[in-house]
Structure formats: C-alpha cells, structure tokens
C-alpha cells in the first residue's frame, strides 16, 4: 500500500503523490513484535549463504577468497559448457582492479551462450544478480566488442564499452519466477561476447517491494561525501556497490559514529555510507543531481538516503524540501540523527526526457540541505514465461545423467528461437512452458534410462531409438499419462516391456516401437539376438505365470489376427492401414459438404485444385486430385502416407483424407494467409517487415531441417519454392505439397538417383544435370528462396530477350557493394546492415554450384536465426547516451557504468 506523506504546512504547498517515508513515532510496543516478526531471509553480516560468486576464466575446480573482501569464488566451469578462457593484457591490471576482472570467458562459438544458476532460496525470493565485463584488449585486437545480454528469455540490455580499461557492471534486482536463473550472452555480429564475474546476491525479503512492478535495473547507486573507493562486502552485508563520487563546491561531512537505521528503514543502507555525506558551501546555494534517460521511454524508481551526522547546537536547524523536474516531491524534511531516513518512489516517476532532483533549504532553516546517498532504478518488464521448473530439472537431470554434448543451455523452451535442439515445448501453459516432444534417437546414450525422463508428466512424444540403453524398460514410462509416441528401437534392453505399456499400445493409446515386435514377442524387448536365456525370438515367452498375463497375450494375439485380416481386405484402399487407424477417411459425399460443393476456390496446381472448407467450426482446405494429373495417384499416395509420419509446426498437418474410386482428395488445416509469394512481389497490398520475412525464413528452415535431420530416414522434399510456404493467421510458415518427396537412404549411399522433378528457378542444377538427389538439392532450393524473401523479385525475371535468374542478378548487385540495393527496396531501408549481409551470404552458399559447398539445414537454421536476432536486437536497443547536469556526474558516479 502506499503511504500518503503527512501534511506539514498545507497553506505552502500540496504534495504531488503518495510516498513512502521511514519515519514517524509508533507506540514501543510494537518493536519487540516488529523486531520478531519481519521476515528476512538474507544472510548475517559476516555470512555468505546464498551468495553465488563467480570468477569467470580461472581454471575449472579454481576456488580461493578474495583479498579485499572475503567473498569466496569459484570458477564458472560449473554453470557453463562452453567459452574460452583468457587473460586481460597485464598493462590493464592495476593494483585497484579487482581479482574477479584480471580473467574472463569468451564465446566465439553459437550465438547464445548461457550459465544457470540455481540460487538455495528458489524462486519467488528477491535477489540482486550483477555480470561484470572488463575487456582489457584479452583478445590483443583492440577492437571494443558489443553484444546483447538476457536475463532468462528476456532482454536486459546491450553491453557497450567506452574503453578497454575500465570495466563495466550490469545489475538488477530481480524476483525470479523459476528456481533456475539464466544469464545468456547473444552474439549480434559486432564482436565476440565475453563475461569476467557472475554475482547473485540474496536480499531481504521485505526490501526493494517495488518489485511488485518489476525487475529494477540500477541506473546508478551513490555513496555521497567521500572519494575513496567503492564501497561494497562486507560493510553492506548484500554486498551493494556503492560507488564515490565527486561534488564541486561542497563540504565532505563525516562521523566516526554509527549511523543506525530507522526502525522502519528495509532499504538498510549501511553505516559506513550513511556516515559520509555533503552539504553545500555556501550556505544559500541548493543541490541539484541530473541525469538523461538511456531511452525515452524508460520509468525510474528513485530512492534517496538521509542521515544527520553533524551535531546540531540549540539554535541550529536542518529543514529541506525535495523537488523533482520543479514539482515538491516531499517537503518540510529534517534529517535524524544518526538515524538513517530513506525517501523513495512508491510507483514509477512520470517519464521526461531529462530528470532534476533538487534540494533546497527551508526558510526555517538555519543549515544547507545535506545528502548521504542515492539510488536510481529503471523499472524493467520481463514478461517471458520460463520452462515448467519440473522439466527444466528433468532436463537437466538427463544432460548431465548422458553427460550430452549438444549444445543445451539456458532455457529449454525459451525463447522459442532457442528451443534445445530435439525439443517441442507447448506455450498454452498461462503460467510455464511444457515439454512435448523429445528426440534424443542416436545420442549416444549409455546406461539405463533415468528416472528423470518421469517428470517430464506433459511428453507426447518420445525417441530414446538407436543408443545404447541397457537394463530393463521402467514401468514408470507407464505413468506419462499423455505419452503417444515412444520408440526404444535399437537398444539393449533385457526383459519384458512392462504390461501397462502394452495394453497402451494394444488400445491404440500409445505408439510403441521396440526391438522384437515384428515377431510378435509382445513380452520381449529384446528381439535382434539381444535377449538373454532366449532361444528362438520368434516364440512367445511366458514370462508370469498368472491369469493376468496369459489375458495379455490373448489380446495380443487377437490383436495381430485382427490387423492381419484387415491388411487381407484393404486392397481397394491404397493408402494401407496408417491411414485408417491415425486419421479420418471421409467420403466423396462428405467432402462435397465440407466444401460446400467445392464452392471457393483457394489454389490450383499440378495436382489439382485446391478449396476451402470447414469442419464443424474448423477452417480446413482441401486438395482435389485432377484427373488430368500424370502422376497424381502417386503423389497422392506419397503426400498421405508423408503427412501421416511427420509432425512439426513448421509443417503443413493433415486433418483427412479421401480415397473413393477415382476421387482423391487430402484435408489439411488452412493457412490464412495463404503462400508467401504472395505477400512478396509488386502485386501484394501488404508488405512483410525485414523481421517477418526472417520469422518467416527461420520458420521453413525449422520444417526442412526437421525432414533431413529429423525423421529416419531423412526425406528430402524436392520441391521447395515459395508458393509452397504457407502462412497461418499469425504468419507462421509451414512446409506444404509434400507429393515429389523422396526417402533418402541412410546407410551405403551418399545419394538416389531419380527421375528430375521440381520448379523451374528452384531446381538445383547439379540435381537437374546428374539425376543425383541429394538432401543439398533441398538446401539450393531453400537458398533460392532466401533470396526471392530477401529482393522481393521472382526466381526468374523475364525481360525482352533474355530470363535473368535470382543468383545472376544478386551476383551482379554484390558487385556493386551496396546492401541497399539487393534488399526489397519496399523496406526503405528499415533493417539491420549486418543482419541482410548475413542473410545475403547464407543464401548465395545455399546455392553454390557445388553441392559439398553448402551448408545443412541445421546450419541453415542456426544462421538465419543469428539474422534474426541482430535485427531484433535493433528493433529493442538504440544509441545510448548519458549526460549529467551540474555537479553530478552519474557516469562516473556509477564506476563502471553500463551505459
């Protein structure tokens, strides 16, 4: 709640807003009870619990205590698996500089590179956490670096260095909503990012509450009336950084007495600041503190620290009023003695380009104004949701359990462009991010499977195929109540699958693929020659001799007898089985109603005609096989059983199908916005952003990514362009026309040989001369359409006499050397510089003539999101300037400054 000042003189002014101020007079009775009841979690003075020190760079296993401080550190090997370890030059280290700033670790490899802390309190507790950088020239290029800084999924800010010798601090006070705590560095191609110190400090509980209105990033915090060093642990037991500052035209006050705080003061600066302070030299002159916004739209919480620490004789009085951008702010103030009083903002201050704090005398009073120190916050949102705290553990409880050398760090589902590699999260949670899906096929994994695989309670889907998983299969997996798909094929596993896994499977509950099953061993994992004390795989094994396991072996043989006799008697179906048991067959007659007699018209092709319907309430679109379509029962057949094996976001999802005579037709979601190329030429009313068309391209990229590298075997589409990218209500992209799709073998062969097929412009021509598809002849394609997302021109452009293809023509612009001129020029120039350049020379390796050139998809996916961030980045940060008005300084006020 916020408290409403008392009204000391209400003829001489009104006070602006509420505001809270320690001070007052209360019954002693109720100290004992204030004294027992506050609840404060941090530590005692001397004690460090909770405190998580950092000193990044020192060898792993490195531990010692700081000199000047006492604060124990440790090497940051622990919280990250990635980075490179340096020295700053020795003609940097100075005997002033801090032990934590002389080493740090770089990354110049992945974009984002995170360390995790998982601070005893858990989440829902305050904490201050402060990254520390010196660059010290460790990496002798001279060269300052720049690079973007996120606290969990959030942005934090864009670290910028002024000089090579002289650090610089980032430091927030912080409610996390997770017990895991992530601080990632994010490469935005402007040098490499780096990192010296990690701090997380545990605050009271009952300090700092405006963080009710969010994260509190400090601007600056200064210790008044001293030019000594900073000061920090273990004067302030939460080890703040109070930082000198120097005063012109002022008078240095000081005590050797303790400086005690108010009995309602949480804010509990400690005595040793509040024992210096300042007061002006002539008597009649004010104080006036200034500083400039680092953006215009930043909001401060200010908090301002008094203390009385001069003798006062009978005759003498201290009296100020405060005021703020020329508005009385708090007024009629006399400082205590000895006693510290901190007066604060109780909600954001109205947002102005420049902010003046001034203080003046009363005309009671017979002494200047004093002040002892100063915070200043920006109010900072971080509205992202993090990853359910359950799977997060689970997670990281399976990477180190498999010791994983993917590159999994931070969050695992957030944010969404940095998804861990193997993962789908749902983001439906209003309060977390689930898990849903987990590939870890041909990790390498040894051992059994770790119990840690039972928290993740939302998985949907679950590949552990071709590791070497040993002991028996879990009954556990049993409980994953939402667990569809599980495939522990290419293992060696002992003993039965346990029964509730079966009887999932045999009630079409549950996919279950696992060594053994073709022969019918339904109690046996084992199959391949791997069982143990098994003779004949092709037996069925009695494994308990109990009325409930001969049932399950019934069902199981009544099972196979069904879907055997069903095989018999689906000749006239030619979609097989799949179809019929994991989606809908609807009937031509159906079909009619849902389009309502094919009445609109959405799309044509070489398939055949495309149209809308609906579904109950559901938009679908529906796909029509022409009769007039040479190959069009094949492809139909081959999109069917596609749609039916793959699932992604970024891919088109089946909803049905039709299979009557001569009438066929696929049912899949519709795509509002319908495909991409027809939001990119001339023609389109609507014009795609530089970081949609990213969104965009990242979007399809994910999807191609998924059939080569996802699905076993990989299955190359052969027909990438733009007209089959299409775009949902919130331009999402997805693969679509999966007809020409081909199986590529994943053993004794580099690539297949087939028939050429695709679309003119797209078609790789290493593919289109030697009939040798290769998964590369998906990444030309891709790379054409990169450039077609990029120019806003076709894949061929025709003129008079002659066609001029994409790459000929941005061949032909690089030459010039200006960027301006290959971008959609319907942009008008608004995107990042060095995000197009990325994009531009991605694309042109996509379609090299070599095939060996170009890069996968996974490294497609990588780089483009790499584009996308940069340009993000653009869009959050904008040039940084800070000015101070009169005497205060609050660059040098907040040594090192981040800003």
Aim: aromatic letters at 10%; charged letters at 20%.
């Amino acid at each position: 709640m916020y408290k409403m000042i008392p009204r000391l003189d209400t003829s001489e002014y009104e006070l602006r807003k509420e505001m809270k101020i320690f001070q007052g007079f209360f019954p002693l009775v109720l100290l004992g009870l204030l004294l027992t009841s506050g609840s404060v979690q941090a530590q005692d003075d001397q004690d460090q619990s909770g405190f998580i020190s950092i000193d990044c760079g020192i060898v792993q296993g490195s531990t010692y205590t700081d000199n000047e401080t006492d604060i124990n550190y440790v090497s940051d090997a622990d919280f990250i698996d990635s980075g490179e370890i340096h020295n700053i030059l020795p003609i940097y280290n100075s005997f002033t500089l801090d032990t934590q700033l002389t080493t740090l670790t770089s990354f110049p490899q992945n974009t984002r590179n995170c360390y995790t802390l998982k601070p005893s309190q858990g989440k829902g507790n305050r904490y201050l956490i402060r990254a520390r950088f010196m660059y010290g020239n460790y990496d002798f290029n001279g060269m300052l670096p720049e690079f973007d800084v996120y606290l969990g999924p959030d942005y934090w800010d864009t670290m910028k260095f002024n000089s090579s010798s002289k650090p610089v601090n980032m430091e927030i006070i912080h409610v996390p909503s997770s017990d895991y705590i992530h601080i990632c560095l994010v490469n935005t191609g402007r040098g490499t990012p780096f990192i010296s110190a990690i701090e997380l400090r545990p605050l009271a509980n009952n300090m700092y509450e405006e963080t009710s209105l969010g994260s509190m990033y400090l601007f600056a915090r200064v210790n008044f009336g001293t030019s000594f060093g900073t000061l920090r642990y273990k004067d302030d037991k939460y080890d703040r950084l109070w930082s000198p500052i120097s005063w012109a035209n002022s008078t240095y006050l000081y005590t050797f007495d303790k400086v005690s705080a108010f009995l309602f003061t949480t804010i509990d600066p400690p005595s040793a600041v509040m024992s210096t302070a300042i007061t002006p030299r002539y008597p009649m002159e004010s104080f006036r503190i200034g500083w400039t916004p680092d953006n215009a739209t930043d909001k401060f919480l200010i908090y301002t620290h008094f203390a009385e620490i001069e003798i006062l004789k009978k005759n003498q009085t201290r009296q100020f009023n405060i005021y703020l951008n020329g508005s009385l702010w708090y007024g009629n103030f006399s400082p205590k003695n000895h006693t510290t009083t901190t007066i604060y903002s109780t909600e954001p201050e109205i947002v102005v380009p420049t902010y003046t704090l001034t203080i003046n005398k009363t005309k009671n009073s017979t002494l200047p104004p004093i002040i002892n120190a100063l915070e200043v916050y920006v109010l900072k949102q971080l509205p992202q949701r993090q990853t359910n705290d359950r799977d997060a553990a689970a997670m990281w409880s399976i990477k180190s359990t498999y010791i994983i050398t993917r590159h999994w760090q931070g969050d695992p589902c957030a944010p969404q462009e940095f998804v861990w590699e193997g993962l789908r999260c749902s983001y439906n949670d209003t309060k977390s991010y689930r898990i849903t899906f987990l590939n870890l096929s041909s990790s390498g994994l040894n051992g059994g499977i770790d119990p840690g695989f039972a928290n993740l309670t939302m998985i949907e889907t679950l590949d552990l195929s071709n590791n070497n998983l040993t002991g028996t299969v879990p009954n556990f997996l049993s409980g994953l109540n939402f667990l569809k798909v599980l495939n522990l094929k290419g293992n060696n596993f002992i003993g039965p699958v346990p029964a509730q896994l079966l009887e999932k499977s045999n009630k079409g509950l549950l996919s279950l693929s696992f060594d053994g099953e073709s022969t019918g061993d339904s109690l046996s994992s084992c199959g391949m020659n791997r069982c143990k004390n098994t003779k004949d795989n092709k037996i069925i094994v009695p494994i308990i001799a109990s009325a409930a396991s001969l049932l399950v072996i019934l069902t199981a043989v009544l099972m196979a007898i069904w879907i055997i006799r069903k095989q018999k008697t689906s000749d006239e179906r030619k979609i097989g089985t799949g179809m019929q048991i994991r989606k809908q067959q609807y009937t031509y007659s159906e079909v009619q109603s849902i389009t309502d007699n094919f009445n609109v018209v959405i799309g044509k092709g070489g398939f055949g005609t495309v149209y809308h319907g609906h579904i109950n309430d559901t938009e679908v679109a529906v796909k029509m096989l022409s009769e007039s379509s040479l190959q069009g029962d094949k492809e139909f057949q081959a999109e069917a059983y596609l749609l039916l094996s793959v699932h992604h976001k970024n891919l088109i999802s089946l909803v049905g199908y039709c299979n009557e005579g001569n009438q066929k037709g696929i049912i899949y979601e519709y795509m509002a916005h319908g495909n991409l190329e027809r939001h990119l030429f001339d023609t389109s009313s609507s014009i795609l952003n530089w970081e949609e068309r990213l969104q965009i391209g990242c979007d399809a990229a994910h999807g191609l990514e998924y059939l080569h590298h996802g699905c076993k075997p990989p299955i190359v589409h052969r027909d990438v362009k733009c007209n089959n990218i299409l775009l949902n209500e919130t331009f999402q992209a997805k693969l679509a026309d999966f007809g020409l799709s081909k199986a590529f073998p994943t053993e004794g062969g580099t690539h297949i040989s087939t028939a050429v097929a695709g679309t003119p412009g797209y078609l790789d021509p290493e593919y289109y001369t030697s009939n040798r598809l290769t998964e590369k002849s998906d990444v030309y394609s891709f790379g054409i359409v990169l450039l077609v997302i990029i120019t806003g021109e076709p894949a061929i452009t025709k003129y008079e006499n002659d066609n001029i293809h994409i790459c000929r023509w941005v061949n032909l612009k690089l030459a010039e050397g200006d960027m301006k001129n290959i971008v959609d020029p319907r942009l008008l120039g608004d995107f990042d510089i060095n995000s197009a350049w990325k994009a531009v020379e991605l694309a042109m390796a996509c379609v090299s003539h070599t095939p060996s050139r170009r890069p996968t998809m996974n490294e497609v996916v990588m780089e483009l999101s790499d584009c996308l961030v940069i340009e993000r980045a653009r869009q959050k940060t904008k040039p940084k300037e800070l000015t101070a008005l009169n005497s205060l300084n609050m660059e040098s006020s907040y040594g090192p400054n981040p800003r």
